[in-house]
């Protein structure tokens, strides 16, 4: 058969893309997305009336840190896992529960073009909505005045969500393909894990995703290694695989 | 042979889903029966190559299924799940999967509307499927299982759920397909069904295939199943006096103006019945019938041994 992966990953892609938007999990995505900017919002009036400022050990935290701070707790500790877990494991997961997985298997395309065509629409969609959001909230947090010294900051950010998650849901994409209840193991994963293991001595932090957020050009590599392996391994996964569905 | 098994066998942990199965599908339409757990599905999982076989083989159009996506280019299958993309609209969805058989997009838009218009579907096309009632949902399964014009179409229980006129106009759906040199693999736990559709037909319980071949071929297993025989007549017992005369029957039975006879020989049985009911010697007989002359005893029958 003539390209059987290419191809069809493409035409898997513009199939998967409107169920990602049309799919029961949109509202997280949008909630995910627009909840930061209402924050920004809140936060931008309160420092603008000059009804809030904000302390930490006696210093006050100015608005260029704010956002540093809503970029790294927010989007990379909590969105960026959160959405990874929730649409990576989705993917296909999703379509084995709802048992329309049959109605792909039956095409003419390798198995793992599905698993391909979906991640890339996963990816396109997210990074579609969660890089404006957090673009948005660098734009209405920071005054125009410092925004020309910050851009570089914004770029460096915005480099960093897309890569986390790409690289969180290529592992819980690989994850759904694999087990049976990828979400719970998932969410544990991204809200038990990481956090504790960001914390204890050694060299435990480096089985999670969020120290290679941060950890510069050698996170970058580690990063784009992980999610190309894991989106291999689940493409080879799925050939291989039997899914047996519930009736 | 479209469909060839040799000792195909499939287990589920310690449930056996398929035993031993060994069998060679001719082209044309084909009836797969069996009551609900008798592995009719199981084989047609495995015969579009969504399960690999546990032990033994299968081939279908002289090759390998499992993993091997240029099958699908001739097959078609319609499973028996009420799974859908319930936010699209029925031409949506068909369209989605005529792109995925690498039509583009004015022939994948000129396959699907020919697809719901053979289930008649095409003026309910714009709406979704999520409002469709049970038979439609059924018929736009049917369309995308045609939707890219396979040779080979596997069903499975296509017409649960229908009603008794869409039922007829499915059936007639399958014969013509068989008609255009289309072969067609239709499972039912319905005999009369399977019976409206096609002579050759395999039967399934318990995993195993029970009998195969022609209906009439089926029915010649039989032979030597007492056959029985409801008789309604104005003196039962008058006319059982006159059977038992005979040795053609092996046991008698009485029901309010009826007996019930059960005949190892039911030609000679025949023969005589209509002698004694032309003598007018046993009064008269108003109404002969045989459960036994239908599809459901012989399945009934089968699958019990």
């Known amino acids: 058969m003539r390209d059987p992966v ?21 509202v997280f995505m949008v909630l995910a997305a627009g909840a930061p900017i209402l924050l920004a919002v809140v936060m931008r009036l309160a420092f603008a009336t000059g009804s809030a400022e904000f302390i930490v050990n006696g210093n006050r935290i100015d608005i260029e840190s704010m956002f540093g701070t809503a970029i790294s707790l927010l989007y990379l500790r909590f969105i960026v896992p959160a959405l990874g877990v929730f649409y990576g494991s989705a993917l296909i997961a999703d379509e084995i529960e709802d048992r329309t997985i049959t109605y792909l298997f039956v095409r003419p395309m390798a198995r793992g073009a599905i698993v391909l065509g979906k991640y890339l629409a996963y990816l396109v969609c997210v990074i579609a909505i969660v890089l404006p959001s957090a673009a948005l909230v660098f734009f209405i947090m920071v005054p125009l005045a410092g925004m020309g010294t910050l851009i570089d900051m914004l770029v460096r950010d915005l480099g960093r969500i897309a890569l986390g998650l790409a690289a969180y849901g290529a592992v819980f994409l690989c994850a759904g393909v694999s087990l049976k209840r ?49 989106v291999a391994l689940a493409m080879r996964t799925i050939e291989q695989r039997e899914y047996i569905l519930e009736q | 042979m479209i469909i060839a098994t040799d000792r195909l066998s499939k287990w589920y ?106 289930v008649d579907l095409i003026d309910v096309a714009d709406r979704k499927i999520g409002g469709f009632s049970k038979g439609m949902r059924q018929r736009v399964k049917l369309a995308q299982a045609i939707v890219h014009d396979p040779a080979l179409l596997i069903l499975d229980e296509p017409l649960s759920g229908m009603d008794p006129i869409m039922r007829r106009r499915t059936i007639r759906l399958i014969k013509d397909w068989g008609r255009a040199g289309k072969s067609v693999v239709v499972s039912s736990h319905i005999l009369h069904e399977i019976e409206a559709m096609t002579a050759n037909i395999v039967l399934m319980h318990n995993g195993r295939i029970v009998a195969e071949g022609d209906v009439h071929q089926i029915r010649g297993l039989i032979d030597e199943h007492p056959h029985r025989v409801w008789i309604r007549a104005d003196d039962p017992h008058a006319v059982a006096r006159h059977l038992l005369a005979g040795d053609e029957v092996s046991s008698v039975r009485f029901e309010e103006g009826a007996v019930v006879v059960e005949t190892p020989k039911p030609d000679a049985f025949y023969s005589r019945l209509t002698r004694i009911a032309a003598s007018g010697e046993a009064g008269a007989i108003e109404e002969v019938t045989s459960p036994d002359d239908n599809l459901q005893a012989v399945f009934t029958y089968l699958v019990k041994q």
């Open chain 1, 6 to 26: 290419v191809a069809p990953a493409r035409r898997m892609f513009e199939l998967a893309l409107g169920e990602m938007l049309w799919g029961r999990r949109a």
């Open chain 1, 182 to 230: 990828p979400l719970v193991g998932g969410l544990i994963f991204v809200f038990g894990w990481e956090p504790v293991a960001q914390v204890l001595p050694g060299y435990l932090r480096r089985l999670t995703i969020a120290y290679y957020l941060q950890a510069g050009a050698v996170g970058v590599a580690v990063l784009i290694a992980v999610s190309v392996a894991a």
């Open chain 2, 13 to 118: 942990g310690h449930v056996s889903g398929l035993n031993d199965v060994t069998v060679a599908l001719p082209e044309g339409i084909t009836g797969l029966l069996g009551p609900n757990g008798a592995g009719k599905s199981t084989f047609m999982k495995i015969v579009t190559g969504q399960l690999r076989p546990s032990a033994g083989s299968v081939r279908v159009f002289g090759e390998p299924i499992w993993g091997n996506a240029a099958q699908y280019h001739r097959l078609g299958f319609c499973p028996e799940q009420d799974a859908f993309y319930e936010h699209m609209t029925g031409r949506e969805w068909l369209e989605a999967l005529a792109r995925l058989h690498g039509m583009d997009n004015a022939t994948a838009t000129a396959s699907a509307g020919r697809a719901l218009e053979t």
